[in-house]
């Protein structure tokens, strides 16, 4: 008679290759559910099961802040031009991006970047 085939900590029918379920405590044979084949409870004596984790499988927030990065284009779009008095240097002119920061029931952000002085600001709409 032919054993159970072993692959690492699993155990497979040797008639119909069904995965074996493990002996629950006190069982000395394991009967398998498709073809009803019986295995001794001793083929898992001396089995070592090593289970390993890829660490992607957990989300973690400080695993996730430090795959981001934050790039900085220079020369890039800086935002629509519009006429906003500067509150740091009086300049009428400042370029203006509009971002949803809170809930979407609620206005957006505005940022604006003095064309003159480079000072920045918000507005909640």
Not at 31 to 57: F, L, M
Not at 75 to 99: D, H, I, M, R, W
Request: glycine letters at 8%; a negative charge; hydrophobic letters at 25%.
């Amino acid at each position: 008679m032919v054993g159970a085939h072993k692959i690492g900590s699993l155990l497979f029918c040797p008639r119909c290759g069904t995965l074996l379920d493990l002996p629950k405590d006190g069982e000395i044979e394991v009967v398998c559910e498709q073809c009803a084949h019986v295995e001794p409870a001793s083929s898992y004596e001396n089995t070592e099961i090593t289970t390993r984790s890829d660490p992607d499988a957990f989300p973690s927030a400080l695993r996730q802040k430090r795959k981001t990065q934050t790039k900085t284009h220079e020369g890039g779009y800086q935002g629509t031009l519009v006429n906003e008095k500067c509150p740091s240097c009086g300049a009428l002119e400042a370029y203006s991006t509009e971002k949803q920061l809170r809930s979407a029931d609620e206005g957006s952000t505005i940022f604006y970047t003095c064309v003159a002085c480079d000072y920045g600001w918000r507005l909640n709409n």
